[in-house]
């Protein structure tokens, strides 16, 4: 066994994942939002497979991935007229639809829960994966429990090596964070994790706003496993602050602890846009823009954040409408988990 995957990328490459797939093999495959480590739903040694390699507990479930909507009433028992709504409006897309589930969806993708995350993903090489497929593929985002999504091929390698069979390379994804999660399977239309689609489209299609759920510090009986705050953090300690006082905060840092642990303090600093006065000691990340080009840097921007041995990294996060309100999400879960 070598310590690579097969990094594997056009018809060919999509042929070749088919197969992986067919043959109980995990495959990860790019989507619009972060890399997923996919296993064929239905095999349930397969599915196994994504909890062992991904180090994820088994009542942590996973998200099934469609070729289209169609393709809905073979997972749930019953599509209300909200989900059926949502799914007109967002898919193919970076939305996650959690229905109730039909009988015959294992618990081994549910971790025995009677509802099942559905997403028909906007990306056109995971459409041709699943097209081709023709069942539903069990994906988490293709890295280690707790860790930050790949947004890159490249990220998986470095992640998860040889422990996934096939790597089909789509480049980045152009979104670059998470789906948003939306639970229509009760009398309240829920969000559970804010994502690549906002709040407010949501709201437009819906004709009301609907409840965010906030993200749970511990695990207890939280509403869904992945909204703990624990989650996507950098091995940096993230400090979320104004565009006004990083510089200032950069300052303090350097006063008050110049040696963290035995160990030095390294400064970092990720911002929408380049920040005056700060001192010489501190690293500044690229800008990351507003928005969507704040969602597509963030991962990388963390990841790079890592690889500089940034031990504090200060963070002005983007305005938060649209997708910013899914990065600032993001940014906070870090902070509390740092
Ligand atoms: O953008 C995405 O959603 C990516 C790509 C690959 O599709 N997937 C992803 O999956 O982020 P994952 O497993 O890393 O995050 C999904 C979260 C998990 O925390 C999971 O526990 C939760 O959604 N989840 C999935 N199905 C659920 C269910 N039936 N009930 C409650 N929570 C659920
Ligand atoms: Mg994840």
């Known amino acids: 066994m070598t310590d690579t995957p097969s990094v594997v990328s056009g018809p060919e490459g999509i042929e070749l994942a088919v197969r992986a797939l067919r043959t109980g093999q995990l495959v990860a495959l790019p989507t619009e939002t972060v890399y997923g480590l996919g296993a064929d739903a239905s095999n349930p040694d397969a599915v196994a497979a994504v909890f062992r390699v991904k180090g994820r507990p088994t009542n942590h479930p996973l998200i099934v991935h469609l070729a289209d909507a169609a393709a809905m009433g073979e997972w749930a028992a019953e599509v209300s007229p909200g989900a059926q709504q949502l799914a007109a409006a967002f898919w193919p897309g970076p939305l996650t639809l959690l229905v109730r589930r039909s009988p015959s969806v ?156 035995g160990a030095p303090m390294v400064i970092g600093v990720l911002s929408p846009s380049s920040v005056d006065g700060l001192p010489v000691e501190v690293i500044e990340l690229e800008p990351a823009g507003e928005g969507a080009d704040y969602a597509h840097a963030l991962y990388a921007r963390l990841r790079q954040a890592d690889r500089l041995g940034i031990t504090h990294l200060l963070c002005v996060p983007p305005l938060p409408t649209g997708v910013g309100a899914a990065v600032l999400d993001r940014l906070q879960r870090a902070a509390a988990s740092s």
Not at 240 to 245: K, L, Q, R, T
Request: negative net charge; glycine residues 12%.
């Open 106 to 261: 294992g618990d081994w993708v549910t971790g025995g829960r009677d509802t099942v995350g559905l997403r028909v993903p906007g990306d056109p090489v995971a459409l041709a994966l699943l097209r081709s497929f023709g069942g539903g593929v069990a994906a988490p985002s293709a890295n280690r429990f707790g860790k930050v999504s790949p947004t890159s091929a490249a990220h998986v390698v470095a992640d998860l090596g040889a422990e996934v069979d096939v790597v089909l390379d789509g480049g980045e994804c152009s979104i670059g964070v998470e789906s948003t999660i939306v639970d229509v399977s009760g009398a309240e239309v829920v969000v559970l994790r804010q994502g690549g689609v906002s709040v407010e489209a949501l709201a437009d299609v819906l004709g009301f706003r609907p409840r965010v759920e906030q993200a749970r510090a511990a695990v207890g009986e939280a509403v869904a496993p992945g909204m703990l705050a624990a989650h996507y953090a950098p091995a940096a300690k993230v400090i979320i602050c104004s565009a006004d006082e990083v510089a200032a905060v950069a300052v303090d840092l350097l006063c008050d602890d110049p040696v963290a642990d």
